[in-house]
């Protein structure tokens, strides 16, 4: 089977385009999803984020360009249903995206209205429920959960439609850090059994999860690479107004000031604790590094 799940050829986008009053918001995107990647995508407000996503599943469509998802066209319209089936969006507010009274009946909703029929219905709400950790849960009323439970909600609700894809538009950031980390490790899971995860935010410990950073400039791809290779460009993150991980922002003050590297750059509170005992070994006791 194809290896890429999604293209993107040369996309441009312009909310109201036929008006004198167009907002220019993609300006020449060119990217491929590959099954199976785990990808973040950043950018200061405005670059263009939300836009891009939104064409991932044909809820917006091109003014120049293509987008292809598993090699449908999204601006032909016989392709949305199946595309939308094919990636699934998660937003920022779990409450926009809750509908049923029950966490279970909110599951079963989207692929009740796919028309799965009962059997195979219950066992994908089951399956769902379960990879978010919510399957106890299943009787209570969503209102009655907390917002990290609520955004796992919403996502078994789009995982119940079987996506090969998530797209997660700034899924975190109404969260608090506990509840953060609760999806951070469904997502994590999923990803683990073969999702691709495309996942937006301006929490930059979050994009170092991925195996690829996209960073959006002014509607482009002003960068592009590992987290590795992105975090370590100190003055063009800078120059786009991003603030790299604070274990990789330390780890760049004891270099600067001691003049010892770590390399690789250490990206997670776990990297720099070990970096750092990798260092202190060599260090006599009572020495300094
Ligand atoms: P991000 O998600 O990175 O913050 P967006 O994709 O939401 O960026 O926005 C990109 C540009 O498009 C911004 O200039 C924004 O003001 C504009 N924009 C976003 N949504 C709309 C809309 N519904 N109507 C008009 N302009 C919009
Ligand atoms: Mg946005």
Redesign the pocket.
Known sequence: MDDVLIRVEDVYFA??ADEPDA????NGISLTIRRGEYVAIV????????????HLNALLLPTRGKVYVQGMDTTDPRHTLAIRRIVGMVFQDPDNQIVGTLVEEDVAFGPENLGVPRPALVQRVEKALQAVRLWELRHRPPHLLSGGQRQRVAIAGVLAMEPACLVL??ATSMLDPASRAEVLQVVGRLHAAGTTIIA?THFMEEAALAERIIV?AG?KIALEGTPQEVFSQRERLRELRLVPPTPARLAEAVHARSGVAFVPLPLTRTALVQAVHAHAVHVPAGGRL
Do not use: C, F, Q
Not at 23 to 26: H, M, T
């Open positions: 909310y109201r907002v220019p918001a993609l950018g200061h407000n405005g670059s263009g984020k939300s836009t891009l996503a939104r538009d700034e937006i959006l509607g």
